[in-house]
Nanobody, 128 residues
Framework: QSQLVESGGGLAQAGESLGLSCAASGFTLEHYGIGWFRQAPGKEREGVSCISFSDGRTTYADSVKGRFTISRDSAKNTVHLQIQNLQPGDTGHYC??????????????????????WGQGTAITVSS
C-alpha cells in the first residue's frame, strides 16, 4: 500500500527552527513531484514547497522563501522540510503530497491542484 507518513511537528516559539519529514512507503519517490501544503485554522490550504525527486528542482511559496528549505533523501525515500525563524503565521497542519505525473513547479503549489497521494499530516504550533 502506497502511503506518505509525516513526522516532526510540535510546539515551538517564534524564532526557533523545526524540521518535518515525509516518508514514502510502498513505492519509490524517484519520479515523483512531492511537497508540502499547510492549512491554518479558518484559512485556505496553502502550498508551501515542492521538489522534483529525480532532479532536485524546488519551488517555494513567496510567503516562505528564505525560511523554508525542502530536500530529499533518496536512500530513505523521504523528503524533509526545514523551517527557520518560525513565526506564529506558520501555525497549521502540514501535509505531504506526491504525484508521479506532476513535476514540481509553480502550479504544483496551487490549492486546487490535484495530487494523487496525501499523508495524514503533522501539526505545528508557534507561540509568540
Amino acid at each position: 500500500q502506497s502511503q506518505l507518513v509525516e513526522s516532526g511537528g510540535g510546539l515551538a516559539q517564534a524564532g526557533e527552527s523545526l524540521g518535518l519529514s515525509c516518508a514514502a512507503s510502498g513505492f519509490t519517490l524517484e519520479h515523483y513531484g512531492i511537497g508540502w501544503f499547510r492549512q491554518a485554522p479558518g484559512k485556505e490550504r496553502e502550498g508551501v514547497s515542492c521538489i522534483s525527486f529525480s532532479d532536485g528542482r524546488t519551488t517555494y511559496a513567496d510567503s516562505v522563501k528564505g525560511r523554508f528549505t525542502i530536500s530529499r533523501d533518496s536512500a530513505k525515500n523521504t523528503v524533509h522540510l526545514q523551517i527557520q525563524n518560525l513565526q506564529p503565521g506558520d501555525t497549521g497542519h502540514y501535509c505531504g503530497a506526491a504525484d508521479p505525473d506532476y513535476p514540481c513547479g509553480g502550479s504544483w503549489l496551487q490549492p486546487s491542484t490535484y495530487l494523487q497521494l496525501w499523508g495524514q499530516g503533522t501539526a505545528i504550533t508557534v507561540s509568540s
